[in-house]
């Protein structure tokens, strides 16, 4: 055997060396191959999940048609907005007995109310009265509140006999001993081409002759008033009833959610809140004035829901949802992306949203030019949750609720 042999002989029997290197390129290999897999098994899942979610977004149709707002910078909660918690000194009444009193009014140390289960009440003592219904049962549910009725706004008038607004029946008149009832405004009639869908509070004049009342909207009912809050297109009005000729006409047109009504005590003026604007407005229903409008109040740190008189000579306005500032406000920030409360209402409930606002209950004294006198709080309304209402009586503040399953009440002399 030559060398040249030799050599090649040695080279074909001589020990493959498997080194680092060549492991690590084989380990790679693996890795990137399972990384693939892994990628590809989480898009698919990924796809697969989000598929239904595009088609909602994309076939769904929302159930609100929402304009861009634009509200001013809420006013810092200082001096008489400073964040206090007074309003936790609120003692509860009636607890578990009452469904949502939205509204109160008494007679004497009597009180009245209107419930979430159709029910005006008589509260004598520690008891709770069944005085009158005004609509149908079943009740209870929000799908019942079209036949059941929901009484909202509740005041006693000049000869001792409430009136009541019921979201969906109408307005009506009601013997406070006997629960006997007289409709004078039915629910869901046309007044100026539009129906009365959603009427809210009243407010009557001290001769009885005329009821001026707030008609929320046109287009939503009671119950889908988080829709209408959202929505906030300038759908509502103000009412007049004629007591003497039977007639109902329109005082004011184009108005936010107009909610809480309240006369002046020259009875030339109401003040009207509009909660979707955070503000209150003077609307003039007689007088030279009368169709005119300004503004009482303007930029609220809240979203107010009804007025009414104190005795210092102001206006007792009760809120539910605050604007804080420091803070960041959920409405403020989406009345300026309608297009986020489109995609929110498609995917959530009215229950769902409504979790989504902080609570915050807050009662504010308004005097003249609608200056801030003093103002009570409640963060996290865990004495007095979902205020509607501060109606004042005999040193107290009894505070109403559109959904809380009490009568709230605060002794002033605790607060002074």
């Known amino acids: 055997m030559n060398e040249t042999a030799g050599l090649r002989f040695r080279k074909q029997n001589r020990n493959n ?10 380990h790679r290999g693996k890795g990137t191959y399972s990384g693939r897999v892994f990628r590809v098994t989480l898009l698919s899942l990924g796809g697969f999940l989000l598929l239904p979610l ?7 149709e929302s159930p609100i048609r929402p304009e861009v707002l634009v509200l001013k910078e809420p006013p810092p909660m200082t001096g008489c907005w400073e964040a206090n918690s007074k309003l936790r000194l609120a003692t509860r009444l009636y607890e578990d ?17 209107g419930t979430a289960d159709g029910r ?11 005085l009158a219904r005004l609509g149908k049962t079943p009740c209870g549910s929000p799908a019942d509140e079209t036949t059941c009725g ?17 979201a969906y029946l109408g307005i009506f008149e009601v013997h406070p001993d006997t629960g006997e009832s007289t409709r004078l405004v039915s629910g869901g009639e046309t007044v100026g081409g539009r129906k009365l869908l959603f009427i809210n509070d009243l407010t009557v004049t001290r001769d009885g002759k005329k009821v001026y009342f707030t008609s929320s909207s046109s287009r939503w009912h009671r119950r889908d008033y988080l829709h209408l809050i959202m929505e906030a297109t300038p759908d509502g009005r103000v009412m007049e009833y004629d007591a003497e000729s039977g007639e109902v006409s329109v005082v004011m047109d184009n108005l936010r959610f107009p909610n809480g009504i309240q006369l002046l005590p020259d009875e030339e003026s109401v003040l009207v809140v509009e909660t979707a604007m955070a503000r209150i407005r003077r609307v003039h229903v007689a007088g030279l004035n009368k169709g005119g409008m300004d503004t009482f109040v303007d930029n609220l740190p809240g979203f107010p829901d009804n007025v009414r008189p104190s005795s210092g000579g102001g206006y007792w306005v009760a809120m539910s949802a605050v604007r804080p500032n420091p803070g960041f406000s959920v409405l403020d920030f989406l009345s300026q992306r309608p297009w986020i409360k489109k995609l929110i209402f498609k ?3 009215q ?47 009894y505070l109403g609720s559109f959904r809380s399953p009490y009568l709230a009440k605060l002794d002033l002399g605790l607060v002074s």
């Open 17 to 26: 060396v498997v080194t680092d290197t060549r492991a690590e390129l084989v």
């Open 54 to 60: 595009l088609v909602v977004l994309l076939v769904l």
């Open 97 to 113: 007995a009452l469904a949502g009193p939205e509204s109160t009014a008494n007679v004497g140390d009597v009180f009245y109310s």
């Open 120 to 130: 005006i009440v008589k509260l004598i003592g520690r008891r709770v009265f069944t």
């Open 150 to 166: 929901r009484p909202l706004g509740i005041r006693v008038g000049p000869n001792g006999t409430l009136f009541v607004a019921d």
């Open 347 to 349: 995917l959530l409930s």
């Open 351 to 397: 229950d769902a949203v409504t979790k989504l606002v902080p609570r915050y209950s807050l009662v504010a004294e308004l005097g003249d030019g609608g200056v801030c006198r003093r103002s009570f709080h409640d963060p996290g309304g865990l004495a007095a949750a979902f205020v509607s209402e501060a109606h004042e009586h005999d040193g107290a503040l």
